[in-house]
């Protein structure tokens, strides 16, 4: 089984910007994937996808780690 994901796949310079302007960006520039804006910190399964961006923020919306597919 491959993980290579295929188009964009990590958005660093989205790092502290809006979680759901980051988000709207991400699905722009990836089509594939589905962007999902969640509270740093808060529990997620470690399965891998190809099709998913978590979209990690504080408690201000803030993006607070390099969203990654995944």
Do not use: Q
């Amino acid at each position: 089984m491959s993980y290579e994901c295929r188009g964009k796949n990590s958005w660093p310079e989205l790092v502290g910007t809006n979680g759901d302007y980051a988000a709207l960006v991400i699905e722009r520039e990836n089509t594939r994937v589905d962007a999902i804006v969640i509270l740093d910190g808060t529990p997620v399964t470690a399965d891998f996808r190809c099709d998913r961006v978590r979209v990690r923020v504080d408690k201000n919306r803030i993006v607070v780690k390099v969203p990654i597919a995944g």
